[in-house]
Nanobody
């Protein structure tokens, strides 16, 4: 069974950091691009960052530039989202999604092949 499972979310104070993980099972991530999305309360889902199989990243959200970093470890079949300097505007449910492609597209693919169930990130003092 193909599955993506996010983990690492939680409650963090403003200025803090979190590292989210996206673990794949039932398939290998090598041939997929991986995108992190988030959905804030009352807002539409937003694409944040994408990483290709070769490790090239594409940023879709100006609000996270210089603060968030996407990475992947194909040997562990896992992708990561390192989030630094968090602020309350980063609060939301974070999802990873994958597409069978070589390169990230110029804009987020909201119809990605597979999605995780999401992990909650809350930034609050």
């Amino acid at each position: 069974q193909l599955q993506l499972v996010e983990s690492g979310g939680g409650l963090v104070q403003p200025g803090g950091s979190l590292r989210l993980s996206c673990a794949a099972s039932g398939f290998t991530l090598d041939a997929y691009v991986i995108t992190w999305f988030r959905q804030a309360p009352g807002k539409e889902r937003e694409g944040i960052l994408c990483i290709s199989g070769s490790g090239d990243s594409t940023n879709y959200a100006d609000s996270v530039k210089g603060r968030f970093t996407i990475s992947r470890d194909n040997a562990k079949n896992t992708a990561f989202l390192q989030m630094n300097s968090l602020n309350p505007g980063d609060t939301g449910v974070y999802y990873c999604a994958v597409d069978r492609a070589f390169y990230c597209s110029d804009s987020p693919n909201y119809y990605s092949d597979y999605w995780g169930q999401g992990t909650q990130v809350t930034v609050s003092s």
